[in-house]
C-alpha cells in the first residue's frame, strides 16, 4: 500500500490510487505529453478499498494531490522542452513556416522552455524528497502515514500554486515578456519557499532576455524565432508572424546596404508592447531598441563608405610618405582593400563590444532582477553605442560641413548666389511656368548664377538640385492657404483682380523647390522630415527674398522711366506740365512702395538675424558640447522648429497675412510700372488700401498677450520695435481698428 502511494505521489497511477481521466476511459495507459494539462485534480482513491480508515482515507487522498501536481507540471515541462518542433534537415523553411501557422499546431516558446528548466529544478528536488521517504519507510520496522506526511508537508505551499501557474500559462497561451510578467507578479507572496522557486523559474526566463539583449545589442541581429522578444521587425499587420519572415528576409536581400540600413534605422524595428514587461520601463526599451539598431549600423557600414574612408586614409598615407612612381602601386592598392574590411572594425572597437557583453554578463549571473542595475547598464550601453554613432556621423561623415550646407543654400545664407538667380530669372518668372518645361526653363538662370557667384572649392553645391513640383495637381498646403488669401482679398475690396496670368504664375513658381543628395551614413540624420522642413523654411525664404527685390528694382525702373522722361521734355512746356501732374499723381504710390519694402525688409532682417544666426549659433554650441548622437538629433529638432515657430510658419493666422501681403507687393510692383491707364490707377489704390489693412492686421496679430508669453516672445519683441520705432504702425492700426471696423466699402475707396 505504501509502495503504491509513493508511486502516486511521482506521478505513477495504479489499482489502489487510480486517475480518473484514464479509468473513465478504460484505456489502462498513462495520458500522453501533448494530453492539455488537466483542470481537475483526478487522482483519487479506488472506490472499492475497504480496508482504510475514513481518516487514513482523507490523509491519503491529499497526500496523493501532490502526486497529481507533479504530474501534471512534470507533463508541461516534458511539452514545453520537446525540440521535435526543429524537424529533420530535409525539411524546407517554406513547409515549416506553413506548419507553425496552422493553428492547429502549437507554436513553441523559448521562454516556455526556459521556465520548464527551472520546473525540472524544482521536481528534481521533490522527487528526491520522495526517495528520502522510501528509504525511511524501509528502514523502519513499523512503517506508519506520518513519515509520509512529515516528509512532504512543505510541498503543499509550493506545488499548487506552481499547478496553477502552469495552467493559466496553457489555457492564456502566454508566453515572451507575458511570461515574465506573470512571473514577476507572482513572486510578490508572503510565502518564502513559494518565493523562491518562482524567482527561480523568473532567472531562467530572465537568462533568455539576456541572451536575445546580447545578441541584439553586442551584434546587431535580432534572435527571436517566435515572436517573444519585445522588439521586433516591422511586419504587415495581416501577415502572422512567422510565416513573414522569409519574406522579409527576401525583401531584404534585395534592397542594397545602404537602403537595408536606412529601412532598418527608420522602420526597420519597433517596440512590440504585448511583449514588453512590465518591470522594464518605456524608457528603457526605447534605448535597447535604439543601442541595437546604432549597432546594425555601425557593424554593417556601407560598401561605399567603407571605400571612400579608406581611400581617404590612403590618400593621408600617401601625402605623409611623399610616394611616387608606380613600383609602388600594387601595395597601396593591397592596403586599400585591407583598409575597406577594417572600417567596420574601427566603428565598434572590439573592446567596447567586450565591455557590453561583460556588462550583460554581470546581469546574467545575478541570481535575482535588480531593476536599478539592469537600467544603468541598459544606460550605459547606450551611451556607448550613441558616441560611436556621433563619431561617425559627427566626425567621418562631416556633419557640420553639411549643416552649413543646407544653411547656404536652403536658408539662403548665400545671399549673393540667390540674388545673382533672381535677377537672371525676374523674366521667367513673370510668365506662368510651362508645366512640361518649368523645371528646365527654371535650371538655365540656376546654373548661370552658380557660375557666377560659386566657387569650385565649394564641395556641397553638387548635392543641391532644383527641382518644381506639378503644380496644379498636387499644391502644397501653403500654396492653398496663398490661393484663398488671394480670393479673398479680390472678394473683400469688390474688385476683380486684373491680371490672372500673374495669379498663375505666382501660384507655379512659388513651388520652386531645393533637394539635397545625402550619403549614408548622414541620412540617419537627415530624415526626409528634416528636410522637408528645410524645403518650407526655403519656399518661404525665397519668395520674400523675390518680394524685396521686385519692389527694389520697381523703384529703380520707375525712377529711370521718370529722369528719362523729365530729360527728354525738360525744354518742352506742355509736356512739362502734363509730366508733374502725373508725377503729383504717383508720388503717394511711391511712399506705399516705401513702406512695403520698409515691412520686408525688416521681416527680412528678423529672419535671417534674429532668427536664423541666433538659432545657428545655439546649434553650433550644442554641437560642440555633445557626444551623444541622439542628443544631437534631438537639438536640430530643436534649431528647425524654432526657425519654423519663430518665422511664423505654424501661426496659419499669421503666415497668411504675410502670404497675402507678398502678393500684394508683387503685384503692385508690376502694376506701377504700368502707369498709363485709368485701370491700372483704379487697381493701385485697392492695392494700396488692402497692402494698408493687411499689415495693420499683421502688426495687431503679433502684438497681442497670446504670442507674448511664447518662445518667439524675444524675438518678436525685436521685430515690432524695428517696424514701430515711430509709433507709425500702432496709431495706424488704432485708426483703421476705429475707421474700417463699421466696413464702409465703396465711400472709403471714392475717398482714397
Given at each position: 500500500?505504501?509502495?503504491?502511494?509513493?508511486?502516486?505521489?511521482?506521478?505513477?497511477?495504479?489499482?489502489?490510487?487510480?486517475?480518473?481521466?484514464?479509468?473513465?476511459?478504460?484505456?489502462?495507459?498513462?495520458?500522453?505529453?501533448?494530453?492539455?494539462?488537466?483542470?481537475?485534480?483526478?487522482?483519487?482513491?479506488?472506490?472499492?478499498?475497504?480496508?482504510?480508515?475514513?481518516?487514513?482515507?482523507?490523509?491519503?487522498?491529499?497526500?496523493?494531490?501532490?502526486?497529481?501536481?507533479?504530474?501534471?507540471?512534470?507533463?508541461?515541462?516534458?511539452?514545453?522542452?520537446?525540440?521535435?518542433?526543429?524537424?529533420?534537415?530535409?525539411?524546407?523553411?517554406?513547409?515549416?513556416?506553413?506548419?507553425?501557422?496552422?493553428?492547429?499546431?502549437?507554436?513553441?516558446?523559448?521562454?516556455?522552455?526556459?521556465?520548464?528548466?527551472?520546473?525540472?529544478?524544482?521536481?528534481?528536488?521533490?522527487?528526491?524528497?520522495?526517495?528520502?521517504?522510501?528509504?525511511?519507510?524501509?528502514?523502519?520496522?513499523?512503517?506508519?502515514?506520518?513519515?509520509?506526511?512529515?516528509?512532504?508537508?512543505?510541498?503543499?505551499?509550493?506545488?499548487?500554486?506552481?499547478?496553477?501557474?502552469?495552467?493559466?500559462?496553457?489555457?492564456?497561451?502566454?508566453?515572451?515578456?507575458?511570461?515574465?510578467?506573470?512571473?514577476?507578479?507572482?513572486?510578490?507572496?508572503?510565502?518564502?519557499?513559494?518565493?523562491?522557486?518562482?524567482?527561480?523559474?523568473?532567472?531562467?526566463?530572465?537568462?533568455?532576455?539576456?541572451?536575445?539583449?546580447?545578441?541584439?545589442?553586442?551584434?546587431?541581429?535580432?534572435?527571436?524565432?517566435?515572436?517573444?522578444?519585445?522588439?521586433?521587425?516591422?511586419?504587415?499587420?495581416?501577415?502572422?508572424?512567422?510565416?513573414?519572415?522569409?519574406?522579409?528576409?527576401?525583401?531584404?536581400?534585395?534592397?542594397?546596404?545602404?537602403?537595408?540600413?536606412?529601412?532598418?534605422?527608420?522602420?526597420?524595428?519597433?517596440?512590440?508592447?504585448?511583449?514588453?514587461?512590465?518591470?522594464?520601463?518605456?524608457?528603457?526599451?526605447?534605448?535597447?531598441?535604439?543601442?541595437?539598431?546604432?549597432?546594425?549600423?555601425?557593424?554593417?557600414?556601407?560598401?561605399?563608405?567603407?571605400?571612400?574612408?579608406?581611400?581617404?586614409?590612403?590618400?593621408?598615407?600617401?601625402?605623409?610618405?611623399?610616394?611616387?612612381?608606380?613600383?609602388?602601386?600594387?601595395?597601396?592598392?593591397?592596403?586599400?582593400?585591407?583598409?575597406?574590411?577594417?572600417?567596420?572594425?574601427?566603428?565598434?572597437?572590439?573592446?567596447?563590444?567586450?565591455?557590453?557583453?561583460?556588462?550583460?554578463?554581470?546581469?546574467?549571473?545575478?541570481?535575482?532582477?535588480?531593476?536599478?542595475?539592469?537600467?544603468?547598464?541598459?544606460?550605459?550601453?547606450?551611451?556607448?553605442?550613441?558616441?560611436?554613432?556621433?563619431?561617425?556621423?559627427?566626425?567621418?561623415?562631416?556633419?557640420?560641413?553639411?549643416?552649413?550646407?543646407?544653411?547656404?543654400?536652403?536658408?539662403?545664407?548665400?545671399?549673393?548666389?540667390?540674388?545673382?538667380?533672381?535677377?537672371e530669372s525676374r523674366q521667367l518668372m513673370r510668365l506662368p511656368p510651362r508645366q512640361s518645361t518649368a523645371e528646365a526653363d527654371l535650371m538655365v538662370p540656376f546654373q548661370l548664377a552658380a557660375i557666377k557667384t560659386i566657387s569650385e572649392e565649394d564641395k556641397y553645391f553638387s548635392r543641391v538640385s532644383l527641382r518644381m513640383?506639378?503644380?496644379?495637381?498636387?499644391?502644397?498646403?501653403?500654396?492653398?492657404?496663398?490661393?484663398?488669401?488671394?480670393?479673398?482679398?479680390?472678394?473683400?475690396?469688390?474688385?476683380?483682380?486684373?491680371?490672372?496670368?500673374?495669379?498663375?504664375?505666382?501660384?507655379?513658381?512659388?513651388?520652386?523647390?531645393?533637394?539635397?543628395?545625402?550619403?549614408?551614413?548622414?541620412?540617419?540624420?537627415?530624415?526626409?522630415?528634416?528636410?522637408?522642413?528645410?524645403?518650407?523654411?526655403?519656399?518661404?525664404?525665397?519668395?520674400?527674398?523675390?518680394?524685396?527685390?521686385?519692389?527694389?528694382?520697381?523703384?529703380?525702373?520707375?525712377?529711370?522711366?521718370?529722369?528719362?522722361?523729365?530729360?527728354?521734355?525738360?525744354?518742352?512746356?506742355?509736356?512739362?506740365?502734363?509730366?508733374?501732374?502725373?508725377?503729383?499723381?504717383?508720388?503717394?504710390?511711391?511712399?506705399?512702395?516705401?513702406?512695403?519694402?520698409?515691412?520686408?525688409?525688416?521681416?527680412?532682417?528678423?529672419?535671417?538675424?534674429?532668427?536664423?544666426?541666433?538659432?545657428?549659433?545655439?546649434?553650433?554650441?550644442?554641437?560642440?558640447?555633445?557626444?551623444?548622437?541622439?542628443?544631437?538629433?534631438?537639438?536640430?529638432?530643436?534649431?528647425?522648429?524654432?526657425?519654423?515657430?519663430?518665422?511664423?510658419?505654424?501661426?496659419?493666422?499669421?503666415?497668411?497675412?504675410?502670404?497675402?501681403?507678398?502678393?500684394?507687393?508683387?503685384?503692385?510692383?508690376?502694376?506701377?510700372?504700368?502707369?498709363?491707364?485709368?485701370?491700372?490707377?483704379?487697381?493701385?489704390?485697392?492695392?494700396?488700401?488692402?497692402?494698408?489693412?493687411?499689415?495693420?492686421?499683421?502688426?495687431?496679430?503679433?502684438?497681442?498677450?497670446?504670442?507674448?508669453?511664447?518662445?518667439?516672445?524675444?524675438?518678436?519683441?525685436?521685430?515690432?520695435?524695428?517696424?514701430?520705432?515711430?509709433?507709425?504702425?500702432?496709431?495706424?492700426?488704432?485708426?483703421?481698428?476705429?475707421?474700417?471696423?463699421?466696413?464702409?466699402?465703396?465711400?472709403?475707396?471714392?475717398?482714397?
Open positions: 500500500m505504501l509502495h503504491e502511494l509513493l508511486l502516486a505521489l511521482v506521478g505513477y497511477t495504479g489499482d489502489l490510487i487510480i486517475d480518473e481521466r484514464e479509468h473513465n476511459k478504460s484505456l489502462g495507459i498513462q495520458l500522453s505529453p501533448e494530453a492539455p494539462i488537466s483542470d481537475q485534480r483526478s487522482f483519487k482513491l479506488a472506490s472499492d478499498i475497504s480496508f482504510i480508515d475514513p481518516s487514513e482515507r482523507d490523509l491519503i487522498e491529499r497526500l496523493i494531490t501532490l502526486g497529481f501536481y507533479y504530474r501534471e507540471l512534470d507533463r508541461f515541462a516534458t511539452k514545453s522542452r520537446n525540440l521535435s518542433w526543429i524537424g529533420s534537415a530535409d525539411v524546407s523553411p517554406l513547409e515549416r513556416a506553413s506548419e507553425l501557422s496552422n493553428p492547429k499546431t502549437e507554436k513553441p516558446s523559448i521562454y516556455r522552455r526556459a521556465i520548464a528548466n527551472g520546473l525540472v529544478e524544482i521536481l528534481s528536488v521533490y522527487r528526491s524528497a520522495v526517495l528520502q521517504i522510501e528509504q525511511k519507510l524501509l528502514s523502519e520496522t513499523m512503517p506508519i502515514l506520518a513519515t509520509v506526511t512529515q516528509g512532504l508537508n512543505k510541498f503543499f505551499v509550493i506545488l499548487p500554486p506552481l499547478y496553477e501557474l502552469i495552467l493559466e500559462i496553457e489555457r492564456d497561451d502566454i508566453r515572451g515578456g507575458q511570461l515574465l510578467n506573470l512571473l514577476h507578479k507572482r513572486c510578490h507572496c508572503g510565502v518564502p519557499e513559494l518565493q523562491a522557486c518562482i524567482q527561480r523559474l523568473l532567472w531562467h526566463g530572465h537568462q533568455v532576455l539576456y541572451n536575445q539583449l546580447a545578441s541584439w545589442m553586442v551584434y546587431g541581429i535580432l534572435q527571436d524565432q517566435h515572436g517573444e522578444f519585445f522588439i521586433r521587425r516591422q511586419e504587415n499587420r495581416d501577415v502572422e508572424y512567422s510565416s513573414s519572415i522569409q519574406d522579409t528576409s527576401a525583401k531584404l536581400a534585395r534592397l542594397s546596404t545602404d537602403d537595408t540600413s536606412l529601412t532598418d534605422w527608420h522602420l526597420g524595428f519597433h517596440i512590440f508592447l504585448d511583449m514588453l514587461p512590465e518591470h522594464i520601463h518605456m524608457r528603457v526599451a526605447e534605448s535597447i531598441l535604439f543601442a541595437g539598431k546604432a549597432i546594425r549600423v555601425l557593424r554593417n557600414p556601407s560598401p561605399a563608405f567603407q571605400f571612400q574612408d579608406a581611400l581617404y586614409n590612403q590618400q593621408l598615407k600617401k601625402g605623409s610618405q611623399n610616394v611616387h612612381g608606380s613600383a609602388v602601386r600594387a601595395p597601396l592598392q593591397k592596403e586599400l582593400f585591407m583598409d575597406v574590411r577594417m572600417v567596420g572594425e574601427e566603428l565598434l572597437p572590439q573592446s567596447e563590444a567586450d565591455k557590453i557583453e561583460n556588462m550583460l554578463q554581470d546581469l546574467k549571473e545575478s541570481s535575482e532582477f535588480h531593476k536599478r542595475s539592469f537600467e544603468c547598464s541598459v544606460d550605459s550601453i547606450r551611451a556607448i553605442a550613441a558616441s560611436h554613432l556621433w563619431q561617425l556621423v559627427v566626425v567621418r561623415a562631416d556633419l557640420n560641413g553639411h549643416l552649413k550646407a543646407l544653411k547656404d543654400y536652403f536658408l539662403l545664407a548665400k545671399g549673393d548666389f540667390f540674388q545673382c538667380f533672381l535677377e513640383p506639378s503644380f496644379g495637381i498636387t499644391v502644397k498646403s501653403s500654396q492653398v492657404d496663398f490661393s484663398k488669401t488671394k480670393t479673398y482679398t479680390g472678394g473683400s475690396s469688390g474688385a476683380l483682380l486684373s491680371s490672372t496670368s500673374l495669379e498663375t504664375s505666382l501660384d507655379g513658381w512659388d513651388g520652386t523647390a531645393l533637394e539635397y543628395s545625402v550619403d549614408w551614413p548622414l541620412q540617419l540624420f537627415f530624415t526626409q522630415e528634416v528636410l522637408s522642413k528645410y524645403r518650407r523654411v526655403f519656399q518661404y525664404l525665397l519668395r520674400l527674398k523675390r518680394t524685396q527685390m521686385e519692389l527694389e528694382k520697381s523703384w529703380a525702373s520707375v525712377m529711370h522711366q521718370d529722369h528719362t522722361d523729365f530729360a527728354k521734355h525738360r525744354n518742352d512746356r506742355m509736356n512739362c506740365s502734363i509730366s508733374q501732374p502725373r508725377r503729383q499723381r504717383f508720388r503717394p504710390m511711391w511712399r506705399v512702395r516705401e513702406h512695403m519694402a520698409f515691412l520686408i525688409r525688416n521681416l527680412q532682417f528678423y529672419i535671417q538675424v534674429d532668427v536664423i544666426e541666433s538659432q545657428w549659433n545655439v546649434l553650433q554650441s550644442h554641437i560642440q558640447d555633445s557626444h551623444d548622437f541622439t542628443e544631437l538629433v534631438g537639438f536640430h529638432q530643436e534649431y528647425l522648429s524654432a526657425l519654423i515657430s519663430q518665422s511664423f510658419l505654424d501661426i496659419g493666422s499669421v503666415s497668411r497675412i504675410l502670404d497675402s501681403i507678398m502678393t500684394l507687393c508683387l503685384q503692385f510692383c508690376w502694376n506701377i510700372e504700368n502707369q498709363e491707364s485709368s485701370q491700372n490707377t483704379l487697381e493701385l489704390e485697392r492695392l494700396t488700401e488692402e497692402f494698408n489693412k493687411k499689415s495693420n492686421s499683421l502688426y495687431t496679430i503679433l502684438r497681442s498677450s497670446r504670442l507674448a508669453g511664447s518662445q518667439r516672445a524675444p524675438f518678436l519683441r525685436r521685430f515690432l520695435l524695428r517696424m514701430n520705432f515711430n509709433s507709425f504702425f500702432e496709431a495706424t492700426a488704432r485708426g483703421v481698428l476705429n475707421v474700417v471696423r463699421p466696413r464702409p466699402s465703396h465711400p472709403v475707396l471714392n475717398q482714397q
